[in-house]
């Protein structure tokens, strides 16, 4: 039986199928709220509400964000940590962000491909989400997408960023705990290793530990615990961990899940994790408010008759950019 396009599905029967964790429908509704069409996004806007009413703001869903390099090896290690959930008989979601293609907004990357074992699982939902140009890898969007999830019944929701050496400003602000994978190796050049990323990491994991790598690796280690001592705690009480990992062999995989349920245990136990998430939610808000004013900004008519000559004057030094954005707010100000 063929399927109803979007825009012949009622909110009622969208809400009803996520909740029943109908997958394609969650996929549907995903589709919704990445859309940059009008008539999606409020569509969209209103399954979110419906979800979240349905779902209240206590969950049980854990989410982990999961950052490193760019050839780290964080699609083989989702794909092995993936599969020790399973067999703790939970269900996860796994929204790996994709750098964004500039013509289209969508995802580039085939991370379905990249997790053969784990995407033909029925306990898994693995979901490509672009990242919008945001810095870090993720959008107010990605958020949306993980409310969607935790409404679909996922006890896990997995975010995969694009990778590190940007802003992780957002991805701290969406997820419950932040694993960082570091190489074999890495531990050697900790100069060249931004502080601030070290800073939301809860725990470092070095992926690779294993073969002739493994000598390598537990020097790594070494190097990160004397780093992280270092560094000011990121939750009063919680001791970031240091851990050895091979997606091949399996070592350190279940650690690391034990790990991020000890830290929740620690965040719960001690009122840090309901705290967490409403000063999450303080600064998606912030975040949507600017993303949504600077857009009102740029499509006002007056804002728009004016801009051209304003930039022309600051291009050719006869208006400082400062006054130049300056006149320009001040017509959007004077609206109405």
């Known amino acids: 039986m063929p399927h109803k396009p979007l825009h012949a599905l009622s909110i009622d029967e969208m809400v009803d199928g996520i909740v029943k964790g109908d997958r394609h429908m969650l996929s549907r509704a995903i589709t919704l709220v990445e859309s940059r069409k009008q008539e999606h996004e409020t569509t969209a806007h209103a399954v979110l509400d419906r979800c979240l009413s349905k779902t209240g703001t206590h969950r049980t869903t854990v989410r982990v964000g999961i950052t490193g390099a760019p050839g780290v090896g964080k699609s083989t290690f989702i794909e092995?940590?993936?599969?020790?959930?399973?067999?703790?008989?939970?269900?996860?979601?796994?929204?790996?962000?994709?750098?964004?293609?500039?013509r289209s907004g969508g995802s580039i990357l085939g991370d379905k491909a990249r997790m053969e074992r784990l995407s033909g699982k029925k306990e898994v939902f693995i979901r490509p989400t672009p990242s919008s140009g945001f810095?870090?890898?993720?959008?107010?969007?990605?958020?949306?997408?993980?409310?969607?999830?935790?409404?679909?019944?996922?006890?896990?929701?997995?975010?995969?960023?694009?990778?590190?050496?940007?802003?992780?400003?957002?991805?701290?602000?969406?997820v419950d705990f932040i694993l960082l994978l570091m190489l074999p190796g890495s531990g050697d050049d900790l100069q060249g290793i931004k502080r601030g990323i070290m800073e939301i990491a809860d725990t470092i994991a070095v992926t690779k530990a294993d073969g002739e790598r493994m000598n390598s690796a537990r020097s790594s280690k070494s190097d990160f615990e004397t780093a992280v001592h270092l560094l000011p705690e990121k939750h009063p009480g919680w001791t970031r961990k240091v851990l050895l990992t091979s997606a091949v062999s399996g070592a350190g995989i279940a650690e690391t899940w034990q790990t991020v349920r000890d830290y929740q245990g620690f965040m719960q136990q001690h009122g840090l994790f309901e705290k967490q998430r409403r000063e999450q939610l303080a600064v998606l808000l912030g975040s949507i408010i600017e993303e949504q004013l600077k857009k009102e900004f740029a499509r006002y008519p007056a804002v728009q008759a004016l801009r051209q000559e304003i930039e022309n004057r600051v291009l050719s030094g006869t208006l400082s950019p400062y006054s130049g954005a300056s006149a320009l707010v001040d017509a959007f100000m004077t609206r109405r």
């Open 80 to 102: 092995s940590f993936g599969l020790e959930l399973l067999g703790k008989g939970l269900r996860v979601a796994v929204l790996a962000v994709d750098p964004s293609s500039t």
């Open 135 to 174: 810095l870090g890898g993720t959008s107010p969007k990605t958020h949306e997408a993980i409310v969607l999830c935790e409404a679909a019944g996922f006890d896990v929701v997995i975010v995969e960023t694009v990778g590190v050496g940007q802003s992780e400003i957002l991805v701290n602000s969406m």
